[in-house]
T-cell receptor, first 113, second 116 residues
C-alpha cells in the first residue's frame, strides 16, 4: 500500500546543530508539505513543494530549508537548531489537482536542548 | 489571506451524547473545507471534505458537517459519540477550484474528551 513515512519519529538534539528530518511518500504525489504543530497554534506551514526542483516558503519558514530532488522525498533541514524549534513536525502529500485531500505522516517529535 | 477559527479549545461530552464542533473560516471565494482527526501520537486522518454541491457532507466514523456560506461556518457533528472519538479535531480551508495553490490553512484544533 502507498504511504508516507517520516523518520526519525523522535529526536533530541542540541542547540546550534544541523538537523534533517526525512519524509518519504510512495503515493507519487506532486505536492508535499511540512507543518509544525504547537499547542495553541494548530498546524503551521513551514515549506512546501509542487514538484521536483520546486520549493516554496510557508508562514514559518525562518530557520528551515527543504530541497526536492525527486518526487518521493522532501527532507526538512534545520540549519542551526534553536529551542523555539522544539515541536512536532508533520509531512504531508497530495495530488496536484484542485482540492484533493492531503495525506499525513505519523510525525516527528523534535526536542532541542 | 485565508484563516480558520475553532473557538472551542476543549470540549467534554458524555459517551452517547451528541457532538458539535465549531469551525469558522475566512476566505474571499468558495473554499474547500476539511475536517481532520488526530488521535494521540498519530498523524492526521481525513474525516470529511466539502468542495461543492450538497452542503451537508458525510464522512467516516459517523461524522457529518454542514457548510453554511452565510455564516462562513463548517461545523462538525455526530449524533452519538463513542469513547474512541476522543481525539484532537482540526478544521482546514483550502483554495477553491480556480486556484492552483493547494496549501491548507488549519485551525488551532479542538480537543475532545469523552466521559463515561
Amino acid at each position: 500500500d502507498a504511504e508516507i513515512t517520516q523518520s526519525p519519529r523522535h529526536k533530541i538534539t542540541e542547540t546550534g546543530r544541523q538537523v534533517t528530518l526525512a519524509c518519504h511518500q510512495t503515493w507519487n504525489h506532486n505536492n508535499m508539505f511540512w507543518y509544525r504543530q504547537d499547542l495553541g497554534h494548530g498546524l503551521r506551514l513551514i515549506h512546501y513543494s509542487y514538484g521536483v526542483q520546486d520549493t516554496n516558503k510557508g508562514e514559518v519558514s525562518d530557520g528551515y530549508s527543504v530541497s526536492r530532488s525527486n518526487t518521493e522525498d522532501l527532507p526538512l533541514t534545520l540549519e542551526s537548531a534553536a529551542s523555539s524549534q522544539t515541536s512536532v513536525y508533520f509531512c504531508a502529500s497530495s495530488v496536484q489537482s484542485g482540492g484533493t485531500e492531503a495525506f499525513f505522516g505519523q510525525g516527528t517529535r523534535l526536542t532541542v536542548v | 489571506a485565508q484563516s480558520v477559527t475553532q473557538p472551542d479549545i476543549h470540549i467534554t461530552v458524555s459517551e452517547g451524547a451528541s457532538l458539535e464542533l465549531r469551525c469558522n473560516y475566512s476566505y474571499g471565494a468558495t473554499p474547500y473545507l476539511f475536517w481532520y482527526v488526530q488521535s494521540p501520537g498519530q498523524g492526521l486522518q481525513l474525516l470529511l471534505k466539502y468542495f461543492s454541491g450538497d452542503t451537508l457532507v458525510q464522512g467516516i466514523k459517523g461524522f457529518e458537517a454542514e457548510f453554511k456560506r452565510s455564516q462562513s461556518s463548517f461545523n462538525l457533528r455526530k449524533p452519538s459519540v463513542h469513547w474512541s472519538d476522543a481525539a484532537e479535531y482540526f478544521c482546514a480551508v483550502g483554495p477553491g477550484v480556480n486556484f492552483g495553490n493547494e496549501k491548507l490553512t488549519f485551525g488551532t484544533g479542538t480537543r475532545l474528551t469523552i466521559i463515561p
